[in-house]
């Protein structure tokens, strides 16, 4: 049973405070997890607690920690650590705001992944496997390797641009082929004179005049590094819109100009015919457009996979909503977003249920836990973006990948193919 609850506050890839939990059991098993935090975070996220006192610039995180170590603590104590559904329900109800901006979902978080950890050791598995049972498969990654947007100080509006591989033997063969196209990538942006200093999630992040300049240096990697675009490696992007979004007029402000809705979505539509390797877009629209993004939808989702992050925030119900009006086909899926994991079980459930795909996120402030690389597998969730093959807290996913690959490979490693749409209960 839990015997004890323990939080302190450690630091993010950004130098930013942010909580970890030990979930102690009554045997001294101990399951640890760290919380990570977003940068273009959706409005409707669940509420991520901040002190905001002097200290810190005021992202301190000593209240959630408290809650942690006192009412969490207090509820949780004797249950039993396998019961997690019935515990991120304790922690749900004790909170009683929607978006939990009592105790704070990082707190509730940190508890709730600590706790699956706990749990998976007691019975000796590794965490895939306790969260996943059999029948796994390796997903494929998205690898944000120019970051723009609120990730970097550059001119690209689009957020993010990232690589994936398509054709490939083995996670491990995928992963190589990656590193040697973002090795590439490195030496295209030095040779057309650019900086390559790196962005929060690995990426470089040279000062671009466009996002279309990107795509092509990207395209240039691609061949360079001997891969045939959309073949062996595709591109994606992640616009994150509802930062050049402008919401008085209703249009955009993208690179300079201002575009309408549907301006934007033939914008799109040209990088689309211009580099037929792309694959994936990712909001396209603001969350408070839903109405162009539902259009877009139904112009372009036969053709490509659109995923939908900041207007449905991992949040079942928003979802919900998003399948009843058809928008997008895939759903973005970060557990602090909505807070626990069985929420976050059930998001995926939900979207899968109604054939969307899902995409699992790290965030683009990360630590070194790699749970996102473990609950990828167990979900067979197909798709898993966590940044560029640099800087640790983006390469141990990988990293945990290539080891849960090493484990699976005894009985026959599968591997997610694009788009996979695999049922999921
Ligand atoms: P964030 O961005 O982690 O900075 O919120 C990730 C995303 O928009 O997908
Ligand atoms: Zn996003």
Known sequence: YIDQIKAREIFDSRGNPTVEADVILSNGVIGRAEVPSGASTGEKEAVELRDNETRLGGKGVHKAVSNVNNQINQALHGLNPFNQAHIDKIMIKLDGTPN??????????????????????????????????????????????????EHADNGIDIQEFMITPVERSSFRDGFEKIVNTYHTLKKVIEKAGY???????????????????????????????????????????????????NKDTKNYDF??????PAELGKYYASL????????????????????????????????????ADDPVCTNPGLIKKAIENGMANSILIKLNQIGTVTETLEAIRLARKNGYTTMISHRSGETGDTFVADFTVATNSAELKAGAPARSERVEKYNQLLRIEEELGEDGTRLAHFPNNVDFD
């Open 195 to 245: 900086t390559t200093g790196l962005g929060d999630e690995g990426g470089f992040a040279p000062d671009l005049k466009s996002s279309e300049d990107a795509l092509t240096m990207l395209h240039t990697a691609i061949i360079k590094a001997r891969y045939t675009p959309g073949k062996e490696i595709a591109i994606a992007f992640d616009a994150a819109a509802s930062y050049f979004y």
């Open 100 to 149: 939990k901006e009592k105790l704070g979902a990082n707190a509730i978080l940190g508890v709730s992944m600590a706790t699956a950890r706990a749990a998976a050791q007691v019975t000796h598995q590794p965490l895939y496997r306790y969260l996943g049972g059999t029948d796994l498969e390796l997903p494929q990654t998205f690898h944000n390797v120019i970051n723009g947007g």
């Open 272 to 307: 689309f015919k211009k580099f037929p390797e792309i694959i994936s877009i990712e909001d396209p629209y603001s969350e408070d457009d839903w109405d162009n993004f539902i259009t877009f939808t139904k112009q372009y989702g036969s053709q490509i996979q659109i995923v």
């Open 255 to 260: 690179e300079g100009k201002t575009y309408s």
